[in-house]
């Protein structure tokens, strides 16, 4: 069993803070967890930033091989934690052992995905005009284009996913896969299971031989150890999962600085559902469950969570509402994840109760931190004339929208803000209506559904997890895929260099075996 310390990892060495101890806590009988955790102050912080930075040119280049092997060897010392990280992240969340247990599984895939993108090396964007100096009338150079890492990027941990967009999720994998080192900022909400992971990343650092200071994990007070690294000089790109108020703060110190560095922030989404008339025709009990359980799943705390619903008015609209009503009066509260949490979630069910008739309420579940899943109900004018019912509550709520016609649906969906998810329930009679919206929707998110429900996001080459402000700062970029890679690259090109002194990914021989666009025409390779 892994001991743990209380202390940040600084490029592989543990370091007591000197600001002062935090605790994590169990959510579920609000007890303190030990052991106590010291917070680095600013000038620790620096330590860190400084360490990626001396990483960065020898990490930056290493060949294939050795890169994807040590994103693989991360994946099998984070399984090989085995039953001590499931335990630690369940005390510090409250999640049950088979969510956490998934989740784990989709960090150490992730992992290994990346691990098959480095070896291929598609990201690396390949593209060679070779000289024709015969052209008339003037002669072309030769010009080699390749994408290069941004340098140390600093990752902040989210609150409702311990693993998967923590230590070793989403953000610091493609960093590392790019070739960025990572500070990686924890959420003191579950620091225990940070350091586990932590432990795992700078054990496969040392067996690989790699710069100590490719990862570092840091604990500090609040929002100035988090805003110190976002104005660190030595950091080049941020990740960031979290509210929009916090992602604002820092996208606005990162473009304040003297010189301005892009953040990658995912921040707020209510993931509208449009349920077309002929989506009624079929099995609304089955339907009504299913909306259900995608409100209420790990407490409605996922950033997919379908917060507004678009309902059809009529009497299988009602019939529909209905069967939502009786599944969830017989709904009881999951733990939250931690207390404030728990008390955002019942201000904001508070304030859209004084806007919206509440349709349904189950029971509170065991503990403090565990509020009873509300639904509530509008007009479909009701929500174009109140900016504040589109506001997202984290967690086990949602808003159903009465509309009675398509005009009053397609106004709707303009009036909304950008969403990560847009989902439409359908059937065939409804093509005609879902091809009126999905212009719309296309404007309005990053990843559109139809006949099934926003939670739950696959890990893979297609995926997108993102969209238009407020969903994230960056609507180009996605959090979640093999294309998230992009985001820590940037193009440099390279007229007439030796071929002795160009990159190996650009060299004529070709010694990494890439694909590569030589004169517009793909190439294949034989890497991965």
Wanted: contains cysteine.
């Amino acid at each position: 069993m892994t001991t743990l310390t209380g202390h940040s990892f600084i490029a592989g060495a543990r370091v007591p803070g000197t600001a002062g101890t935090t605790h994590g806590v169990s959510p579920a009988t609000g007890e303190p967890l030990e052991p106590p955790y010291s917070l680095l102050d600013v000038a620790q912080v620096g330590a860190a930033t400084a360490a990626a930075a001396e990483a960065f040119p020898s990490f930056s280049a290493l060949d294939p091989e050795t890169h994807a092997a040590f994103l693989e060897g991360v994946a099998d010392r984070i399984d090989a934690l085995g039953d001590d990280l499931i335990e630690r992240a369940g005390l510090e969340t409250g999640l049950p052992a088979a969510r956490l247990t998934g989740e784990r599984a989709r960090t150490t895939n992730q992992l290994r995905l990346f691990a098959q993108v480095v070896r291929q090396g598609d990201h690396r964007g390949v593209r060679i005009d070779p000289a024709l100096p015969d052209r008339a009338p003037l002669p072309r150079v030769d010009i080699r284009q390749r994408k290069v890492p941004l340098g140390p990027v600093a990752v902040f941990g989210a609150s409702n996913f311990p693993l998967a967009f923590s230590t070793a999720g989403g953000d610091t994998a493609s960093a590392l896969a790019a070739g960025c080192p990572v500070v990686f900022k924890a959420h003191n909400a579950h620091p225990g299971t940070s350091e586990l992971v932590a432990t795992a990343i700078a054990d496969a650092i040392a067996e690989h031989g790699l710069h100590p200071g490719v990862f570092s994990l840091v604990y500090g007070p609040g929002a100035a150890v988090g805003q110190a690294l976002v104005a660190d000089p030595a950091i080049q790109a941020v990740g960031f999962t979290g509210s929009r108020g916090g992602g604002l703060s820092i996208v606005r110190t990162a473009q304040e600085r003297p010189v301005p560095i892009p953040v990658y922030a995912e921040m707020s989404s209510v993931n509208p559902v449009f349920i077309l008339p002929g989506a009624l025709d079929g099995d609304i009990d089955a339907l009504a469950s299913a909306y259900v359980a995608s409100v209420t799943g790990s407490s409605g705390q996922l950033c997919t969570q379908p917060g507004v619903v678009f309902v059809p008015r009529g009497e299988e609209g009602d019939r529909f509402l209905a069967a939502t009503t009786r599944i969830v009066d017989d709904a009881s509260g999951q733990v939250m994840l931690t207390p404030g949490i728990a008390r955002s979630w019942r201000e904001g069910v508070s304030t859209r109760s004084e806007r919206a008739d509440v349709l349904a309420r189950g029971a509170e579940g065991p503990g403090a931190n565990a509020p009873a899943p509300v639904i509530h109900g509008v007009s479909s004018e009701a929500f174009l004339s109140d900016e504040v019912l589109q506001e997202e509550i984290f967690g086990a709520a949602s808003l159903v929208v009465r509309y009675g016609s398509a005009d009053e649906l397609a106004a709707a969906a303009e009036r909304l803000e950008g969403q990560l998810t847009a989902t439409i329930q359908l059937a065939d009679r409804d093509h005609p209506l879902a091809a009126a919206l999905l212009p719309v929707l296309e404007r309005k998110a990053g990843r559109i559904l139809a006949n099934g429900w926003p939670t739950g996001v696959e890990v893979g080459h297609a995926m997108v997890h993102g969209g238009p402000f407020p969903a994230t700062s960056d609507s180009r970029t996605t959090s979640v895929g093999t294309l998230a890679i992009d985001r820590f690259l940037r193009p440099v090109a390279y007229q007439n260099l030796p071929d002795a002194l160009l990159p190996a990914a650009l060299r004529d021989a070709n010694p990494w075996h890439l694909t590569r666009r030589v004169d517009g025409v793909l190439q294949p390779g034989s890497a991965g």
